[in-house]
């Protein structure tokens, strides 16, 4: 066996600066992911062979009863999964150390790509590693909990959309393009506000809270983020309705006067979607006397690829489509910046689901993980573990 020493604390320099140059780079390996995830204990774990690092992995450490803890590497470990002897050392020398804490297993998702595809190639084959590694991995007795396909049967979602660089003026379908077209038309726009914008975001995700029936982060959880990650981008989408309602007003009089002239077919129909959109519009001035806020988005950039992590809208304005000149906006700054790849987040395996209904709109690409692994180092509180898990999901369920 070659020459490893297993390190239970690297530098923030030295962790950061080889997650960030690995090709399984993940924004959830970063050091400071364990300040967001603060109610866990965090070890950041490390390979070093002839002085030089070889592997890290952020461990993330959660309390249970009687003294118990469980650990987990969320997108993690980092390291040449290919190379079976790294992988059986990394696994057995962190085991050791989960034995001292009385851990009952060690929970992990890598952040492996096994396929990338569109949507018009969802019969990719995968990629020639995905069998060594899976093999390597289950060498170590760690349990694949499978090619899951539901973003609820994980942590993490294991499918991903998202963009590489492009142009998006091509990209984009014709359809997206007119719904960021009427967006414009309407005017809205779309601003980065940084942390002051925080309370106007905290207000659109509640609003998203409820029309989902989910929970999702509070005020202060988004004020973390964006201090731990000056890469952190906060973006809100503002309309003055009023302003649009004068619009339309004087539109009405142009296109009055012209009928009025003589018989105009294409007058009277743009007339007749005016009077929709007045009709519209009037209660949302009611409500909505100021410029206000209506859609919101906040991505973070780590490594070579920029993640959105939470993105919501106010149903009000559904009509102005301001979620497609968002992600328009955050997907071009993110291009600005040498982004690679831009994930707009998990969806359901088989597309289904209402965000790959949306996310599909931009053409995007489709990135599919290895999924997760059980590592259990207490085997007969494991066993007893996996046996309640399906009654403590129906009990939260119930309390939600």
């Not at 965090?42 to 993330?60: C, F, I, S």
């Not at 619009?247 to 007339?271: R, T």
């Amino acid at each position: 066996m070659k020459d490893y020493q297993f390190h239970t604390e690297v530098s923030k320099e030295e962790f950061d600066r080889f997650v960030q140059n690995h090709r399984f780079c993940n924004l959830l390996q970063s050091y400071d992911w364990a300040k967001v995830k603060s109610n866990w204990e965090a070890l950041h774990t490390g390979v070093y062979q002839d002085g030089k690092l070889q592997a890290v992995g952020l461990v993330l450490i959660k309390q249970l009863p009687l003294s118990f803890t469980m650990f987990y590497i969320p997108k993690g470990p980092i390291l040449d999964f290919e190379d079976a002897e790294m992988v059986k050392f990394y696994f057995q020398a962190l085991k050791k150390v989960a034995m001292k804490r009385h851990c009952i297993f060690i929970k992990f998702d890598p952040g492996i790509v096994i396929r990338e595809f569109t949507l018009s190639q969802k019969d990719a084959p995968l990629f020639d590693y995905t069998k060594t590694i899976l093999d390597n991995i289950q060498a170590v007795h760690a349990r694949h909990k499978g090619f899951t396909m539901y973003i609820e049967e994980t942590v993490q979602p294991r499918f991903h959309m998202g963009l590489k660089p492009c142009d998006l003026d091509e990209h984009l379908p014709k359809s997206t393009k007119r719904s960021i077209k009427k967006a414009t038309k309407k005017n809205v726009v779309v601003e980065e506000v940084g942390i002051k914008g925080l309370p106007e975001f905290a207000q659109i995700m509640h609003m998203t809270e409820e029309r989902k029936k989910v929970h999702l982060r509070t005020e202060d959880y988004f004020r973390l983020l964006l201090q731990t990650y000056p890469t952190a981008h906060l973006y809100l989408a503002y309309v003055d309705p009023l302003k649009r309602k004068k619009e339309l007003l004087q539109k009405k009089k142009e296109l009055e006067a012209i009928i009025a002239q003589k018989p105009n077919k294409k007058a009277e129909h743009e007339l007749l979607q005016n009077q929709e959109e007045l009709t519209s519009i009037q209660k949302v001035c009611e409500k909505y006397p100021h410029k206000t806020a209506i859609a919101g988005g906040m991505m973070i950039g780590y490594g070579k690829e920029y993640e959105m992590l939470y993105a919501g809208s106010n149903d009000d304005f559904m009509n102005f489509r301001p979620q497609y000149l968002l992600y328009a906006r955050q997907f071009q700054d993110a291009f600005e910046n040498q982004a690679e790849f831009v994930t707009m987040g998990g969806v359901d395996g088989d597309f289904q689901d209402g965000l790959s209904e949306f996310k599909s709109n931009f053409a995007p690409y489709i990135r599919e993980y290895i999924g997760e692994f059980d590592l259990s180092v207490h085997r007969v509180l494991y066993a007893l573990a996996i046996k309640a898990m399906p009654l403590a999901k129906k009990m939260l369920k119930r309390k939600t």
